[in-house]
Nanobody, 115 residues
């Protein structure tokens, strides 16, 4: 059974940092393209960042330069380091792993940026 479990969310002040983790079981994470997505209240889910099978990374414009996606193959975990956070980063953050014929989602972790 495949499971993706996000953690690391919470409340942070504007300008602060958080690191989200996405731990996988049942799959070898390193052969998947892994992405982070987020969904704010009343809005559609949006793409945040991706790390490919070849470790190429890509970021959505609103987070570029502030967020960093990385993976630890030994831990079978993907991270999202979030710096210089803004209130508009408030959302539930989801991890996604996909290959040519598989697509898995985690249950999400809440991130709130507020003073």
């Amino acid at each position: 059974q495949v499971q993706l479990v996000e953690s690391g969310g919470g409340l942070v002040q504007p300008g602060g940092s958080l690191r989200l983790s996405c731990a996988a079981s049942g799959i070898r994470f390193r052969i998947y393209t892994v992405g982070w997505y987020r969904q704010a209240p009343g809005k559609q889910r949006e793409w945040v960042a991706t790390i490919t099978y070849g470790d190429f990374t890509n970021y959505a414009a609103p987070v570029k330069g502030r967020f960093t996606i990385s993976r630890d193959n030994a831990e079978n975990t993907v991270y999202l380091q979030m710096n210089s956070m803004k209130p508009e980063d408030t959302a539930v953050y989801y991890c996604n792993a996909r290959s040519a014929d598989e697509d898995y989602w985690g249950q999400g972790t809440q991130v709130t940026v507020s003073s």
